[in-house]
Each structure stands twice: as structure tokens, then as C-alpha cells.
């Protein structure tokens, strides 16, 4: 199943390729490329007991949540945007940004959008994120817990500015398979193969020429083959982005409430999870007079509280990296 998953996802990946070498031709003088491409680090120190890279591999005990690990990742981030034709006509783009929490870290984002008169712009894309790893079986005590990937992979739509307001409206899909989902095995009400559903709205109000604040509100549906892994999640959030000068800052706050379906069978209840979050994002434009160049530092905090003290996370992350528009 996962191998015909990702030789479809493959197949869809190449033709997406096969569209843009196909456009640029077509479009020649009137098409162009514009985006940023970033390199630096973030380190992340968190301590998550379902994550590999949040948590040791031997557990003492399932009483408490992990403790925080530190992990250093070099990541690149790329946004880029194809304009095929006329300005208003069809766009391409590639993108590393996850679009959804449960999407995880790294992510290959490719699609399209397309300005509908009168309506607003419509956007597609299918995204993939490749080397997501997790527990065979989290909840050994006393032994090495052993590793597996799990390929999570999706496509979403939406509508942007609609009726030319600040309004957005986004679908978003994402499968979830385990390669060695022992656990599941073990206990089919943990089994971990699915699916997630997420309708997604936000809205930008422009107080001022150089600030917009976007509320956004979520609501998540995890349709596992475990229904003790299934939920139903809401997840309210507030941005702002602030433009003075030369200096770009982005802050942001969350909080979200998610709600088991069944009782889970190792702990003998049913999970209940809150999540709090707290980010901030400067970027510094033409640092030295360099036209096409930025520097970008990340901070962010996260915190997730559960009635099950096993599931409780939290995560300090900070990063910095350069930026070429393009």
C-alpha cells in the first residue's frame, strides 16, 4: 500500500515537473520566477514520548511525560513562485512549509493557484513529508524502543480573497502509514494507519499600511484504524506581521483542545490533550545595503497538557537563517 502511495505521489511529482518546463516554454518572455530560498539551523529542544527525536529509546516508567531532548537540524527552506503568463493568470509553486501540525517537520509542498474573477484566487497542491519517524511500540518499559518510518503524505484546496476580502478557506488532507506498526498489532485500537481531515479559515484585517493581524481558527479530524489514536481537534490562533523599515517581525499565539474517541487500553482512560503555543519571527531586509538578501531568527515555545501525564509535551525551539530573494 505505502509503495504504490508513494510511487503515485512520485508519478504526480514528475508531472508537476513536466508542467512547469511545459509553461515556461509556452509563456517565454511573460513568465517569471520569483521567491526566497533560506539556509541555517534550528535547535529544538523538546520532550514529546511518541517522537523519536523528543524522547530517550529505553522508558523507566509510562508515568511521566519525556524528558527534553536537543536535537540541532539544518534545515533549507524554500518558497518559490512560477508567474505563467499574464500577472493575473495561472501561478506554480514549491514550498517546504508544513501545512498542518500533524504534518510534522520537513515537508515538499507543489501545486498551483489561479485567480477566479469576481471570486477569488483557487489553490491545489500535494505535499509529502519523508522522513517522519515514530516508536514500533511506544509504551515498552525496561527495553531499546525501535524506530520505523512512517510516510505521511496529502494534497489541500482552497479558496483565497474571497470576493476580494481578507477571507481564506482551506481543505486539507493527509494520509498517515506506519511501516511497522507493532503496536497496533498488539493492540488494534492503537493501530496507527489513517487519515486526517482539516477545514481551515483565517481572516486579514490591516489596521494600518504596515500591519496586518490574521485570526485563524481549525478544525482537525484524525480517522485512524485506532480509534483510541482518533480525535477530534479545534485550534484557534492569532499573527500579526509588523513592517517598519527594514524589519519584518511576526508574532504568533495559539490554543487548541483535542478529544479522544475511545479509552485508550494501556492507561485505562480516554485522552484529552490542550496545546499552547507562543512564537516570534524577525527578519532584517538588505542587511548591509545587500539589495536581495535578509537574516531571519526564530524563537517559539510550545506546551501540550494532557489528562495522561505520558502525553505531555513541550518544546523550546530557536533558529536563524539567510535568506536570497530571487
Not at 180 to 191: H, K, N, Q, R
Request: with cysteine.
Amino acid at each position: 500500500m505505502k509503495k504504490k502511495a508513494i510511487s503515485s505521489l512520485l508519478s504526480c511529482s514528475l508531472l508537476f515537473s513536466g508542467a512547469l518546463v511545459s509553461a515556461q516554454e509556452q509563456a517565454q518572455e511573460s513568465s517569471s520566477v520569483s521567491g526566497t530560498i533560506g539556509l541555517g539551523a534550528l535547535i529544538i529542544n523538546s520532550g514529546n514520548n511518541l517522537n523519536p527525536k523528543g524522547s530517550e529509546e529505553r522508558l523507566d516508567n509510562l508515568q511521566s511525560g519525556a524528558d527534553r531532548e536537543t536535537t540541532v537540524i539544518p534545515p533549507i527552506l524554500v518558497n518559490a513562485v512560477w508567474d505563467v503568463g499574464e500577472a493575473e493568470g495561472m501561478k506554480l509553486y514549491l514550498s517546504t512549509t508544513p501545512p498542518i501540525d500533524e504534518v510534522g517537520g520537513f515537508t515538499i509542498d507543489m501545486g498551483g493557484s489561479y485567480r477566479l474573477p469576481e471570486v477569488g484566487i483557487f489553490e491545489g497542491s500535494f505535499f509529502v513529508s519523508p522522513f517522519a519517524k515514530v516508536y514500533e511500540n511506544p509504551y515498552l518499559v525496561g527495553v531499546n524502543r525501535i524506530e520505523t518510518d512512517t510516510t505521511k503524505f496529502g494534497a489541500q484546496v482552497g479558496l483565497n480573497r474571497i470576493m476580494g476580502s481578507g477571507l481564506r478557506v482551506k481543505f486539507i488532507y493527509l494520509n498517515d502509514d506506519v511501516d511497522d506498526d507493532v503496536i497496533g498489532a498488539l493492540e488494534p485500537t492503537l493501530a496507527r494507519d489513517g487519515s486526517v481531515y482539516v477545514l481551515n479559515m483565517n481572516y486579514s484585517f490591516y489596521p494600518t499600511d504596515t500591519l496586518e493581524i490574521r485570526p485563524r481558527v481549525g478544525v482537525h479530524f484524525g480517522d485512524y484504524d485506532g480509534q483510541a489514536n482518533s480525535y477530534t481537534k479545534y485550534k484557534l490562533s492569532l499573527e500579526a506581521r509588523y513592517t517598519l523599515d527594514k524589519v519584518m517581525i511576526v508574532p504568533r499565539v495559539y490554543y487548541s483542545h483535542s478529544d479522544y474517541d475511545e479509552e485508550h487500553p494501556v492507561f485505562d482512560q480516554t485522552r484529552e490533550n490542550d496545546g499552547y503555543g507562543i512564537s516570534l519571527m524577525t527578519t532584517y531586509m538588505a542587511p548591509f545595503n545587500f539589495k536581495n538578501w535578509s537574516t531571519t531568527a526564530l524563537v517559539s515555545l510550545s506546551k501540550g497538557d494532557s489528562n495522561i501525564d505520558f502525553f505531555d509535551t513541550e518544546a523550546v525551539t530557536i533558529g536563524g537563517f539567510i535568506n536570497y530573494r530571487f
